[in-house]
């Protein structure tokens, strides 16, 4: 025999127990989806606040770079695109380039050790050459080697590579601005965890070219919350229309 308790193709209404399990699940995905919703909502204050921050570190006055008594507590959080400015000797001969994509076409970064007079070094990315401009002899006037103040926005070590591609020291291929492998392959000594991306200060030779750092955050959190909410008023109202539906059918078998 056919249990036609539950059964709807012959238009009866489903049992109570039927209907109690499908309103259940229904309100337990309308919670789940209300959750990720509200949570998008909490990330979106994240980055709002965020870019906020960013935006007042970017735009203040300059202060001395973190000194090593510091260098522990410099994260993201507290310091990354901080207004920054160090002064000391560039070490010419210790340059390393980085392969970058920018607005201005393929090349390399050219990142550059700062000797600091109390012995420390930090690295600076003095900014973006072409390809053929790579070889430090094709754009001598730009190796500054006097004593000199560099100002920028502060930036957090890139360690081991991008997602695609590592990089290979010993290949002198390099991917990301990986501050401490530099150090490493250069043979420098009492380095800062960061580096400072160089302002659009025009260097001898007009190369390399400062200023190019892109600021941006990815913000969908908006777009998702109302994503989420709209998809649990759907379940909520499915649940509900499904309750009346077999009421009325209910009524309708009687």
Known sequence: MTDTSSNTSDG?????????????????????LIGLGTWQVERLHWKLDLIARVD???????????????????????????????SGTFLNDKETQVYASTALGPGYWVLTPLKQADGTTIIVNRGFVPTDKRNPATRAAGQIGTEMTVTGLLRINEPKGTLLRS????????????????AGARGLQNVAPYFIDADDTKNPGDLPVGGLTQITFHNSHLVY???????????LGLAIFLVYFERGRGKASR
Do not use: C
Request: net charge positive; aromatic share 12%.
């Open 56 to 86: 007042a570190r970017v735009h203040a006055p300059a202060v001395p770079v973190p000194g090593p008594a510091q260098w522990a507590g410099v994260t993201a959080e507290n310091s990354e695109y901080k207004h920054v400015q160090a």
């Open 12 to 32: 009866k209404p489903r049992s109570t127990f039927a209907l109690a399990i499908w309103v259940f699940l229904l309100l337990l995905l309308t919670t789940l």
């Open 225 to 235: 919350a109302i994503t989420w909410y709209g998809l649990a008023a759907m379940t």
């Open 167 to 182: 990089n290979v020291p010993a290949e002198e291929r390099w991917y990301s601005r990986d501050v401490t492998a530099i």
